[in-house]
């Protein structure tokens, strides 16, 4: 009995001497002082179970790694350098040039001009378009998404990637590591390999090699089809079409043609890369002029671990800084970092008409919850808030001023601007400006909009629920 005695004590001096490893480890390299002190009291006050929990999910072991590769990248492939910034254009406002500095400088991307943009809306619209796109490729095929499921749809896109792999085509799948088995068990991107595509895993949980960086998600959505390409919040699963399936999650996708594929085509191989350590050289394809008429302004934006820098953050932040009439934002997760609450929060006092569309039902009722807490802030300084009603949106619209809007794969909570590698697209237009606003503003006149009195009137164990949801808002 003392022997035993004596081995729990060595246990239990072994397990808080490696819990001050990690409480270290959290000071010197969390930037969030909440989730410093969130990681720190957990490993102090549950030694084994809050130093787990910090090796799986509090580590970014991912981030020094993804700094290192897409260096190495940048420095060793000369093709994947950016285009020279674009010259003033008559009649571009000046906040127009201060928003095109600003994502220059934090994403070191400028824009590129002579751009067709197209709005997919829902799987009924941009599965056919995608799969056409496919089947029409002639040299190469990628494809990167955040979610891959078995079904009608999964099926679909299966065979036609297959089919294009036959025909000679390059095809590389890249699904992320946890999104990629986490929603689905039947996986029909498996089987690809045996037939002719390069398949490759993003940071996939494993004990050997260990990785355990299941918190960092590849969460951007990029398909390449020689010179067309395809990028939006849309994952692919049957629930994206409204028509003779289930139908729940509505969601919008956009098909672009023009120099903008290029960068499409270039974030895709640096994921490929990292994921895979291979950095093949960008394959050259010959530009269609679609339309004479393309005017869209584009660039790519690529945030993720491996920077000390919150980039999509900071432009948002940026973004509303520099609205003088309008900000649109329709997004299905609201958690907001304090830096964009105060921006939202400025913009309506000094009389900017700031919008926000949230989904009243949410496949993730936490992040919901969490969400009510926060509006009382925004709707006091001025912000309007609707809900739209059920099915489940997902769609991530950002629209400014008449001339500015960015689309891609981020929300606008936590996960999506510190620990996922997301791709959005900041698109310089007044006409897609438009028919972005135009696509909001229905689901505004369709929805409800929430005022103070109906959130104050809340009965208390639902404020206490959400205020409780809230508390973790960093790590949802």
Known sequence: MHIFSDFQAVWLLLAHALSWFGVVHALLTKRDPRSALGWTTAMLFLP???????????????????????????QAQPDYAHPAPPRKHQGTPEQALQLERLGRRLGSQSLCGGNSLRILLNGDMAYPAMLNAIHQARDHVYLATYIFRGGFVGRRFADALAEAAARGVDVRLLVDGFGGSAYSLRKPW????????????????????????????????VLIC????????????????????????????????????RQLRRSFMLDWGFATGLYDPLPEIAETDENPENTCLCRVILDGPGSEADTLN????????CARRSVRIMTPYFLPSHDLMSSLRSAALRGVDVRIVLPAYNNLAFVHWASFRLLPTLLEAG???????PPFVHSKLFAVDGYYAQIGSANLDARSLRLNFELNMEVFDRTFHDRLAAHIDAAIAAGTEISLESLHSRPL????????????????
């Open 48 to 74: 084994v179970l809050g130093l787990l929990g910090y090796l799986l999910l509090g580590i970014s072991r991912a981030e020094s790694r993804a700094a290192k590769l897409l260096h190495k990248a940048a």
């Open 190 to 221: 498996k089987k690809l390999s045996d037939r002719g595509v390069r398949v490759a895993r993003f940071l996939p949980p494993r004990l050997f090699p260990p990785n355990f960086s299941i918190n960092l998600r590849n969460h951007r959505k």
């Open 226 to 261: 020689d010179n067309i390409g395809f990028t939006g919040g849309m994952n692919i699963a049957d629930n994206h079409l409204t028509r003779g399936y289930r139908g729940d999650v509505r969601d919008v996708h956009f098909r672009c043609a023009g120099p903008i594929v």
């Open 314 to 321: 900071d432009l948002f932040c940026g973004a509303v800084n």
């Open 383 to 389: 912000v309007r808030i609707w809900h739209q009603p």
């Open 461 to 476: 164990p639902l404020k206490l629920r959400d205020a409780a949801c809230w508390l973790f808002s960093p790590y949802l």
